[in-house]
């Protein structure tokens, strides 16, 4: 595996929304090092998109989502699940790829569909919030032979009140995965 470097995270947000379907994200806590295959995500393309965080403007819990990119956004919601965000383009921009199911590899405990179990499983916090993903503790890295994957564009879930981009097909699986959220 080879960490997947700055550049990888400074562009157009569908594309590495595509391109970490396959990726694995790796975490390091308390001496155990948790893997696990990214086969869903969402993207939110900044602030003229209504679903995305950073629609609301510059606040402190946005300010990590308005760049540099590579870095992760973690935020919890409904006061108790955290989700993790990978931010993407340049800095200023507010894009984001919201990490929503993995494929366990290792030493991961408990289902990984859907982000805030995703998170659970893979020990991931606020304390996670502004960490650098090109770290030695905390990263996404490929595969050297990661395998091509066919990708299922759909809605992306929970957004209804972002109007018509809630309609909008940013939520991208590998098809047939039984570790998708939902198909």
């Known amino acids: 595996m080879h960490k997947l470097p700055r550049a990888f995270y400074d562009r157009d947000t569908v594309e590495v929304a595509h391109d970490l379907l396959g990726a694995v994200l790796v975490h390091v806590c308390d001496g ?7 086969v869903e995500v969402e993207a939110y393309l ?3 998109d209504l679903a995305a965080h950073s629609a609301r403007g510059l606040t402190p819990r946005t300010r990590v989502m308005f ?28 894009s984001a790829v919201l990490l929503r199911a993995l494929e366990p590899i290792a030493n991961i405990e408990g289902r990984t569909q859907g982000p805030g179990l995703l998170c659970r499983a893979m020990h991931i916090d606020r304390r996670m919030n502004g960490h650098d993903l090109t ?4 990263y996404l890295a490929a595969e050297e032979t990661q395998a091509r994957v066919s990708i299922v564009k759909r809605p992306r879930i929970g957004v209804d009140y972002a109007g018509h981009w809630a309609r909008r097909l940013l939520r991208f699986y590998i098809k047939g995965n039984r570790y998708v959220s939902r198909a």
């Not at 155990?32 to 990214?38: A, F, M, Q, S």
């Not at 770290?135 to 905390?138: A, G, L, V």
């Open 67 to 94: 760049g540099p990119p590579g870095y992760a956004y973690v935020y919890l919601i409904y006061g108790m699940y955290h989700c993790m965000n990978v931010v993407t383009q340049a800095e200023g921009k507010a």
């Open 32 to 38: 155990i090092e948790r893997r696990g295959r990214i």
């Open 46 to 48: 900044g602030p003229h």
């Open 135 to 138: 770290s030695d503790d905390f």
